[in-house]
């Protein structure tokens, strides 16, 4: 098996002081239960000054205390919901993003809300998502509001790109669809190489069944590779000209969840989220987990 979720270590979720939250704790619950690990509920106690708190003792004081009544509060939510689930709250304290950021070092899995500005559900990804995204060390899922109501497909899509050289998205999302019984659909999603100027001659037309012949090859292969070690998973694979980002949040619309490297093709290590990536945690309407690259690359 793959370590893209290593058992020993947890699933933390961050929480804070704002809406939705309740959808995003059940969810990083539910996969602490699927991937049979222990639930760590953390609220970030702000700090203005690196190793103090911001304000003084009275205000550190009433934060600390606020905090802890919030964490004990979706604690008491997951152990309710999820009897027999492992769970306990930590209070780290520092700037919301780093100490995340920080925790990841040693979590199995990081899931945090999407909080966009007014945490309005349509509105840019926050700050911290983003950041925490971007430099996590351990796979992130990012829950925007709203993203597990109602019923959503028994489906995790995976973007597939014959130029990521790390497989551990790929295995990710087939831990994920095995364990919840659910079909996987893997995505390339190919440019329209038809429409990029060819040379000095200007523009030629594509054989696309021509051009996806070489993605198709290496994708069919990582399929069956996988086959023995998965088998209960259908695996399904789907070739789409458009732009990547757009075929990827198009194809995982009502599905449970999307899964995508966190590395681009700049080879910039742990500096910049992948352009696609990046884009479909803006875009996409169901939960998003990116993966980053075996050692945090």
């Given at each position: 098996?793959?370590?893209?979720?290593?058992?020993d270590?947890?699933?933390?979720?961050?929480?804070?002081d704002?809406?939705d939250q309740?959808?995003?704790?059940?969810?990083?619950?539910?996969?602490?239960?699927l991937?049979?690990?222990?639930?760590?509920?953390?609220?970030?106690?702000?700090?203005?000054?690196?190793?103090?708190?911001?304000g003084g003792?009275?205000?550190?004081?009433?934060?600390?205390?606020?905090?802890a009544?919030?964490?004990?509060r979706?604690?008491?939510?997951?152990?309710?919901?999820?009897?027999?689930?492992?769970v306990?709250?930590?209070?780290?304290?520092?700037?919301?993003a780093?100490?995340?950021?920080?925790r990841?070092?040693?979590?199995?899995?990081l899931?945090?809300?999407?909080?966009?500005?007014?945490?309005?559900?349509?509105?840019?990804?926050?700050?911290?998502?983003?950041?925490?995204?971007?430099?996590a060390?351990?796979?992130?899922?990012?829950?925007?509001?709203?993203?597990t109501?109602?019923?959503?497909d028994?489906r995790?899509?995976?973007?597939?790109?014959?130029?990521?050289?790390?497989?551990?998205?790929?295995?990710?999302?087939?831990?994920e669809?095995?364990?919840?019984?659910?079909?996987?659909?893997?995505?390339?999603?190919?440019?329209?190489?038809?429409?990029?100027?060819?040379?000095?001659?200007?523009?030629?037309?594509?054989?696309?069944?021509?051009?996806?012949?070489?993605?198709?090859?290496?994708?069919?292969?990582?399929?069956?590779?996988?086959?023995?070690?998965?088998?209960?998973?259908?695996?399904?694979l789907?070739?789409?000209?458009?732009r990547?980002?757009?075929?990827?949040?198009e194809a995982?619309?009502?599905?449970?969840?999307?899964?995508?490297?966190?590395?681009?093709?700049?080879?910039?290590?742990?500096?910049?989220?992948?352009?696609?990536?990046a884009?479909?945690?803006?875009?996409?309407?169901c939960?998003?987990a990116?993966?980053?690259?075996?050692?945090?690359?």
């Open positions: 098996m793959s370590d893209a979720v290593p058992p270590q947890p699933i933390v979720v961050g929480i804070d704002g809406p309740e959808e995003i704790v059940r969810f990083a619950a539910q996969q602490a239960v991937w049979g690990g222990r639930l760590r509920v953390a609220h970030v106690i702000r700090s203005s000054l690196p190793g103090g708190l911001a003792s009275q205000e550190k004081d009433r934060e600390v205390r606020a905090g009544r919030l964490v004990e979706y604690e008491n939510l997951a152990r309710s919901e999820f009897p027999g689930l492992a306990a709250g930590e209070l780290p304290v520092g700037h919301a780093a100490a995340l950021i920080e990841s070092a040693d979590a199995g899995l899931v945090i809300g999407h909080r966009g500005s007014g945490g309005f559900p349509r509105l840019p990804l926050g700050s911290v998502s983003l950041q925490v995204a971007t430099h060390r351990c796979p992130v899922i990012v829950i925007r509001p709203g993203d109501g109602g019923r959503p028994s995790v899509v995976v973007g597939a790109d014959p130029a990521d050289d790390s497989p551990r998205a790929l295995d990710f999302a087939y831990q669809a095995g364990l919840l019984g659910a079909r996987l659909e893997v995505v390339h999603g190919a440019y329209p190489t038809g429409m990029v100027p060819a040379g000095p001659m200007g523009m030629v037309p594509s054989d696309f069944e021509v051009l996806d012949q070489g993605p198709r090859d290496f994708l069919e292969k990582e399929i069956a590779r996988r086959r023995d070690r998965y088998s209960s998973v259908q695996a399904d789907r070739i789409a000209h458009g990547p980002a757009t075929v990827l949040a995982a619309r009502g599905a449970y969840l999307l899964v995508v490297g966190s590395r681009g093709r700049s080879g910039v290590k742990r500096l910049l989220l992948g352009s696609v990536s884009e479909v945690l803006h875009t996409a309407e939960p998003v990116v993966v980053p690259g075996r050692n945090g690359d």
